[in-house]
C-alpha cells in the first residue's frame, strides 16, 4: 500500500512554476481519485479543522503522520492553506499547488469564453475587435463578454505577479517569499511574506485598502518587497519579514464602498485570527517585533481589529488613514507611544479628511435618572494624523495617497517615509524622524 500511495501521490505534485498545463489540470481529477483509493482512511476533508483557533490548527496539524500531512496537502491545498497557526513552510506548499491549479483552470477557462466572442460587424462589414467602424456596437451580448475576458485576464495577471515575486528571490538578496494564503473568489485572496515569518526577530504585516483585489496585488508586494529591503538594510543581522495581507474583501471603491465600516468590521476576525496564528506557528510561540501598517482603509480594519480584542502586536503603523474608529491612540491598545501615523497633506492626500466617517462613533447615547434616553452627538473628526488623536506623527515626503513606500527615482535611495516605518518596524524609535517634537 505505502508504494502505491507514494506513486499515486507523486502524480500529484505541481511544479515550482505557473506552468500546469490543461491536459495536466484535466489528468488531477483522475489523480486525486487514485490517491483517494489508497488513502480512504485518511483523506474525508471533515477532519480538517473548521473555525478551531491557531494553536488549535497547529495542534492538529502536529499529531498527523507524515504520510497524512503529504496527502492532506495535495488533495486539500485550499483547506491546508488557509488554516492559521500552521509553518509557513506548509502553508506556502499548500498555496503554490492551489496557485498553480488555479492558473491552469482560469487559463482553461479564458480559452474557452475566447472561442465565444460574440461576432461583431460593423456597416461596412469589417469585423473590428470591441469598436465598430461606425462607433455602434451591434451585437448586445459582446460588452458583456469582454467585461468577463477583462476579469478573467486580470485575475491571470495577479497570479503572474505573485509568481514574479517568487522568482525574484535571491535577487540582490531578497529572501524566499512564502504564499500564506490565497483564492480567486470574489475579489481574490493573497497573502504574500517576505522572509519567513517563523524565524524573523521583526515581522511586518501590511493591510491595503480600497481597491486592493487579486489583479492588483503586484503594487502592493512591491510596497512590502521595498519595506523589507529598507528594514533589512537596517537590521544589522537580524531577520526581518514583511506581508502584504490581502486577507480580506477591501471596499471597490471610495464612494460608496469605502464610506461603510461594514468591510472592516467582516475583515477583523481574519486579520486578528492571522496575527495570532504568527505567534502559534512559532516554538515558543512568541511571533517577536511585530507591527501591522495599515494603509488607507486598511487603517480602519487595524482600527476594527482592535474594536473586537486586543491586537498582538508590539506597533501600530498606518498611513494616510480614514480614520480608526477609534478617539485616541490609547484605545488600539497597544499604548499609544506605539502607535506611529503619517499623512502627506490635505493637497497632496486627502484621504485623512474622511475622518468624519471613520474617526469614531460621534453618537454617545446616555440614560437619565428616570431611564429616559439621550443622545450627545460631536462632529468632530478624529484622524490619527491630528495631534488630538495622540499618535506619533512621522515625517513623510509622499507626494500623494500611494506613495508612503516610495523609493527615490533619481537615485534609488529610500524616501523618508519608508526609512521611518523601517526604524519603527524594528523599534528603533530614536531613529525615527516626526513631523514635530519627539517620539512619544
Do not use: C
Request: charged share 25%; aromatic share 6%; net charge negative.
Amino acid at each position: 500500500m505505502d508504494a502505491e500511495y507514494a506513486r499515486t501521490l507523486a502524480e500529484l505534485e505541481t511544479t515550482d512554476r505557473l506552468n500546469v498545463t490543461r491536459a495536466m489540470w484535466a489528468d488531477a481529477a483522475v489523480d486525486t481519485a487514485a490517491v483517494t483509493g489508497a488513502m480512504d482512511d485518511v483523506l474525508d476533508d471533515s477532519r480538517i479543522p473548521d473555525g478551531q483557533t491557531p494553536t488549535e490548527n497547529r495542534d492538529w496539524w502536529a499529531g498527523l503522520e507524515p504520510r497524512e500531512r503529504d496527502a492532506l496537502l495535495a488533495l486539500f491545498p485550499e483547506h491546508i492553506g488557509a488554516l492559521d497557526g500552521l509553518p509557513a513552510g506548509i502553508r506556502d506548499t499548500a498555496n503554490r499547488g492551489l496557485l498553480e491549479m488555479e492558473y491552469a483552470r482560469i487559463s482553461d477557462e479564458l480559452a474557452q469564453h475566447l472561442a465565444s466572442e460574440p461576432t461583431q460587424v460593423d456597416a461596412t462589414g469589417v469585423h473590428r475587435r470591441g469598436v465598430l467602424a461606425d462607433g455602434e456596437i451591434r451585437s448586445p451580448e459582446w460588452p458583456a463578454w469582454n467585461a468577463e475576458r477583462e476579469r478573467l485576464e486580470a485575475v491571470l495577471g495577479g497570479m503572474r505577479s505573485i509568481q514574479n515575486r517568487f522568482d525574484q528571490t535571491g535577487i540582490d538578496g531578497l529572501p524566499e517569499a512564502y504564499l500564506l494564503g490565497f483564492g480567486t473568489e470574489a475579489d481574490g485572496r493573497a497573502i504574500i511574506a517576505n522572509g519567513n515569518p517563523d524565524t524573523a526577530q521583526h515581522t511586518a504585516v501590511y493591510v491595503p485598502g480600497t481597491s486592493a483585489d487579486l489583479p492588483g496585488i503586484e503594487g502592493d508586494i512591491a510596497r512590502m518587497t521595498d519595506l523589507w529591503r529598507a528594514t533589512d538594510e537596517r537590521a544589522q543581522g537580524a531577520d526581518v519579514s514583511t506581508i502584504t495581507w490581502l486577507g480580506y474583501d477591501a471596499p471597490d471603491t471610495i464612494v460608496p464602498d469605502a464610506a461603510s465600516r461594514s468591510y472592516a468590521d467582516e475583515a477583523a476576525p481574519a486579520l486578528n485570527s492571522f496575527v495570532d496564528g504568527l505567534h502559534a506557528a512559532r516554538q515558543d510561540g512568541d511571533a517577536g517585533h511585530t507591527t501591522l501598517v495599515g494603509h488607507s482603509y486598511g487603517s480602519t480594519v487595524i482600527g476594527a481589529a482592535a474594536l473586537e480584542r486586543p491586537l498582538r502586536v508590539d506597533e501600530v503603523i498606518v498611513a494616510g488613514s480614514p480614520g480608526m474608529l477609534v478617539e485616541r491612540a490609547e484605545e488600539l491598545g497597544v499604548g499609544s507611544d506605539h502607535v506611529w501615523s503619517m499623512a502627506a497633506g490635505v493637497l497632496h492626500d486627502p484621504v485623512p479628511l474622511a475622518a468624519l466617517i471613520h474617526g469614531w462613533d460621534p453618537v454617545d447615547i446616555h440614560f437619565s435618572q428616570s431611564g429616559v434616553p439621550s443622545a450627545t452627538i460631536d462632529l468632530s473628526p478624529s484622524a490619527p494624523s491630528m495631534e488630538s488623536f495622540g499618535a506619533n506623527i512621522m515625517a513623510t515626503d509622499s507626494d500623494d495617497h500611494s506613495g508612503y513606500w516610495d523609493v527615490e527615482e533619481d537615485n534609488g535611495k529610500d524616501s523618508t517615509s519608508l526609512k521611518n516605518q523601517a526604524w519603527v518596524v524594528l523599534g528603533r524609535y530614536d531613529q525615527v524622524e516626526l513631523a514635530a517634537g519627539e517620539a512619544k
